[in-house]
């Protein structure tokens, strides 16, 4: 077995997911390469939802009985864990949301229905960038479209890096909001968070960071960040689906409007008229994702255990053999920064002319699990012109034979195409 440096004991840490164990096609071992999509999870998070279910399900907050005391405690207490997990100052500024989706979009919503200073109207301008995933592009074009204001983005160099040369030109005086990716979910590019907070910080316009990528592989801080918002996702990080989370600073939540409507957001309610509860309740109409908040808090449990430290090391190590065994692939183009410097856990290519879902599939039969397709990114594609790409992305479980099983992989695939 390859041993690399920084490699963490992936042999213990496999033991905790089960669905690594499976054999797929009849007598494949499962090689799972899709993380970027969605993670495994530990059994630690699995007995956390199903203890919930059989020990606490209750309504949270309007219960006086002890399942529903029981069931906010937990809920509540997921805050408190998520809140230690990215060093926010308070936990009330942490909103919890269905996915990364829900929280950008809430953040596009509050700004559109904002009074000033915050209100995003025909007088000003938005900033995204290039690389981003459909998830922070979307929600600005649907409030460009609705309030008139300019869309701006920045553009990719030849080498998958955000172009920042016309940093002064893309944020101006009338910019009001710049949201962007930390790691592209595409590319795997780390992006410079300081040069563009600093730059956004000179007009006074607001900062939304989409860290989908970035929570489940590196330590996260949202102090240091000094940004005004901090979404990401429960999924990708050991967690459960149907759980997310935003992060924003006190001072704005309390100045913000409410995106959603309903019981446990309000305060008082007339027919008349309403007032609305205190972040981050305000933002959490409804039931909410109860039993995934635990998960949620349990994979941070999991996770935090281990050490987000020693996770960004072994992972790094896991993408520079990555990095060096693909360039061994005749044919094949990384799509991206072409080192494991400065890059995430995930590297998408192509291989000669083969479209990518041909190779998808021809992976999958050998058990190899990867992405394939635009991958929420379109426009990436459309700036380097490919159709495509293959998407492998690694965790904390992945392992050096994985990337050995892949390369053989792909040799397969040359060999089943010509």
């Not at 059989?54 to 405690?73: C, P």
Request: glycine share 8%; with cysteine; aromatic share 6%.
């Amino acid at each position: 077995m390859t041993q690399l440096p920084g490699l963490l004991d992936t042999e213990a840490i496999r033991k905790d997911f089960p669905i690594l164990d499976r054999v797929v096609h009849d007598d494949r071992k499962l090689v799972y390469l899709d993380n970027a999509a969605t993670s495994q999870k530990p059994r630690q998070v699995l007995d956390a939802l199903n203890e919930y279910y059989e020990r606490y399900n209750a309504n949270v907050h309007r219960g006086v009985h002890v399942l529903a005391e029981e069931a906010t405690a937990l809920y509540e207490g997921a805050r408190d864990k998520v809140a230690e997990f990215i060093n926010a100052p308070s936990r009330d500024e942490v909103i919890f949301t269905k996915n990364a989706s829900e929280s950008l979009n809430l953040v596009a919503n509050m700004l559109g229905w904002a009074d000033e200073p915050y209100r995003v109207d025909a007088e000003t301008e938005i900033v995204i960038t290039e690389m981003e995933h459909h998830s922070n592009i979307v929600p600005w074009q649907l409030l460009s479209q609705r309030t008139g204001a300019k869309l701006k983005w920045f553009g990719l160099t030849d080498d998958g890096r955000l172009d920042l040369s016309n940093i002064d030109e893309i944020i101006t005086e009338k910019t009001k909001i710049v949201s962007f990716v930390l790691v592209s979910n595409i590319l795997g590019t780390i992006n410079p968070v300081e040069a563009i907070v600093r730059r956004a910080q000179e007009v006074g316009a607001l900062v939304c960071i989409d860290a989908s990528q970035a929570a489940p592989h590196m330590p996260m801080d949202v102090q240091a960040l000094q940004a005004d918002f901090v979404a990401f996702t429960g999924h990708k990080m050991c967690g459960p689906t149907g759980i997310g989370v935003l992060w924003g600073r006190q001072e704005l939540l309390e100045d913000l409007p409410p995106f959603l409507g309903g019981g446990e957001m309000i305060e008082t309610v007339s027919m008349h008229s309403s007032t609305y509860a205190p972040a981050p309740h305000k933002f959490e109409a409804g039931t909410p994702p109860i039993a995934q908040a635990v998960g949620l808090g349990a994979a941070i449990d999991y996770l935090s255990a281990i050490g987000m430290d020693k996770i960004l090391a072994h992972e790094h190590a896991v993408t520079e053999y990555a990095v060096k065994r693909l360039g061994e692939v005749p044919g094949l183009r990384i799509i991206g920064p072409a080192t494991a410097e400065e890059r995430g856990a995930a590297i998408s290519f192509t291989l000669g002319d083969i479209h990518p879902h041909d190779v998808g599939q021809v992976l999958d039969e050998q058990g190899i699990a990867v992405r394939v397709g635009h991958h929420c990114a379109r426009p990436v594609c459309l700036r380097y012109g490919i159709p495509a790409t293959t998407r492998a992305s690694f965790y904390l479980y992945s392992t050096p034979a994985e990337i050995d099983a892949l390369v053989e992989g792909l040799e397969h695939v040359r060999n089943f195409f010509g």
